[in-house]
């Protein structure tokens, strides 16, 4: 099993440019999540699914878009990318909630 | 609302001596508690986890917590440092919501 794979690890992009990451898991998980993780403050959760078709915001969703069209891609669009947006950026897969979560290893995004 | 606090910021032992760091958590009713270590430039990796069965949870790697819903404390404990164990450490928290709330996160440095 691969896990939870994301690409790309590294992405530099200009202020309003748009891209997405993408995340996968092949452990056939219903539960997926993306977070940010900035200095000082931990890991921040931006939208989750539930399943396939289901997605919701979590904690800092403005300026992110997601969908989940499979049980095994869930990515994160950025609608137009601002310098507030630099961060490396984390995807995760469980089971259910209070199941461990799996951690792709991370994308780290910088907006000029 | 639930929250997560992680009372130190930056920890530092000497190799072979014990491991505290301590983490207060914040819900209405029992969570389910999670630690996860991440090792720089890495995704995170789940230590241990409580969810609602004995107290003393063993880890892996020789970590252990302990469960003391009297204080609302989760602290994660190590009889010995190795310098393998310097990483940054997350206590979390899910709750009813589905969703996981991230303790800041608790920096361990190894001293020789």
């Known amino acids: 099993n691969a896990g939870v794979t994301q690409t790309p690890k590294f992405q530099v992009l200009k202020t309003g440019q748009s891209m997405t990451l993408q995340c996968a898991q092949d452990m056939n998980h219903e539960y997926m999540s993306w977070y940010r993780q900035d200095p000082g403050m931990g890991l921040r959760l931006i939208h989750y699914?539930?399943?396939?078709?289901?997605?919701d915001q979590g904690e800092v969703p403005n300026g992110y878009n997601v969908s989940r069209s499979t049980t095994e891609d869930f990515p994160l669009r950025l609608l137009s990318a601002a310098p507030s947006q630099t961060s490396v950026y984390f995807c995760a897969s469980s089971r259910d909630r209070s199941y461990e979560q799996y951690f792709g290893p991370g994308t780290r995004l910088t907006v000029t | 609302a639930q929250s997560v606090t992680q009372l130190d910021s930056h920890v530092s032992v000497s190799e072979g001596t014990p491991v505290l760091l301590r983490c207060n958590y914040s819900?209405?009713?029992?969570?389910?508690l999670f630690w996860y270590v991440q090792h720089p430039n890495k995704g995170l990796q789940l230590l241990l986890k409580?969810?609602?069965?004995?107290?003393l949870v063993k880890g892996i790697n020789g970590f252990e917590a302990e469960f003391k819903k009297s204080e609302t404390s989760f602290h994660l404990t190590k009889p010995s440092a190795h310098m393998s164990d310097a990483a940054e450490y997350f206590c979390v928290s899910s709750g009813s919501a589905r969703q996981l709330t991230f303790g800041s996160g608790t920096q361990l440095t190894v001293l020789p």
């Open positions: 699914s539930v399943g396939a078709g289901i997605t």
């Open positions: 409580y969810t609602s069965a004995a107290t």
């Open positions: 819900s209405s009713y029992s969570p389910s």
